[in-house]
């Protein structure tokens, strides 16, 4: 599994797959500069008018809800809906869900577009579920492992790759989950690094050879490199300067010896 995971990321850095970014005002440099470091291309297009035409040239599409406007969601729908008819992969970051009508009207219609993926905490993915669970603003108040239900409900209900940060972080499919268990208690005083790993996820599917295949390498890359990052930092500060260069840097070798993982078959 960790060789797979080096050839994908090796892929990306030959690729360069270019990631169209609807994503957060809070975010967006991080994400932005974390692509870089990973060897995708960023790009952050929002307008109307630019959508349609900047994505034909894009390998994938991040759409990230966390600071949601009427007139953002529309765009957030047509970029979706153009992706669907381009056959561009695309993953859904649900930032927030659960916390007002707004962001849960506008995720039921994302939803029922079918996302490739959708990289969220566990009352997020929770919320997905019934849109009736409150989280602590765009933090979980819930163990990974209680969404674990919910993220194949969304699997079976919309045929998309389901990812769950957490302790555990969960990737599941029609057929198998994947669990890591690497990153670091650290990473929660960073803002976004969820979104980071969304975006990061986004980059992956950009390969458009396997969905599973590469959320996996997305979640698990995120959350080594943040586990490593954490180990030489002396703050979250640190933390998020160290995380680019290991991105950067990251190799085969520290793959093999770090990555904690499984990956098995499930029944839905």
Not at 101 to 113: G, M, Q, V, W
Not at 239 to 260: A, G, H, P, T, W
Request: glycine share 8%.
């Amino acid at each position: 599994m960790e060789n797979d995971i080096y050839h994908l990321l090796s892929q990306v850095r030959e690729r360069t797959p270019l990631v169209q970014n609807i994503t957060n005002f809070v975010v967006m440099n991080n994400t932005a500069n974390a692509l870089l470091a990973l060897g995708a291309s960023p790009i952050m297009v929002h307008s109307e008018e630019e959508i349609e035409e900047v994505l034909q040239l894009c390998d994938s599409l991040v759409i990230n809800i966390g600071t949601l406007s009427k007139p953002w969601a529309e765009n957030m729908l047509k970029a979706a809906r153009a992706a669907n008819a381009l056959h561009k992969p695309w993953i859904l970051d649900p930032v927030g869900a659960g916390i007002s009508t707004l962001r849960n009207d506008i995720l039921k219609e994302l939803l029922a577009l079918r996302p490739t993926a959708i990289r969220g905490n566990a009352s997020e993915i929770l919320a997905l579920q019934h849109f009736d669970t409150k989280g602590k603003g765009v933090d979980s108040t819930a163990d990974s492992s209680a969404a674990v239900r919910a993220g194949k409900f969304l699997n079976r209900q919309y045929g998309s790759v389901v990812c769950i940060s957490g302790e555990i972080d969960y990737i599941i499919s029609d057929q198998e989950i994947a669990e890591v268990v690497n990153g670091s208690v650290m990473m929660t005083k960073v803002t976004g690094l969820g979104c980071t790993a969304t975006a990061i996820t986004g980059a992956f599917l950009g390969l458009g050879t396997s969905p599973f295949d590469e959320a996996i390498a997305g979640v698990a890359i995120t959350s080594l490199a943040g586990e490593m990052a954490a180990s030489m930092a002396k703050g979250p500060g640190t933390l998020q300067l160290n995380l680019y260069d290991i991105l950067f840097n990251l190799s085969k070798e520290q793959i093999v010896e770090n990555l904690k993982m499984r990956r098995y078959a499930h029944s839905s």
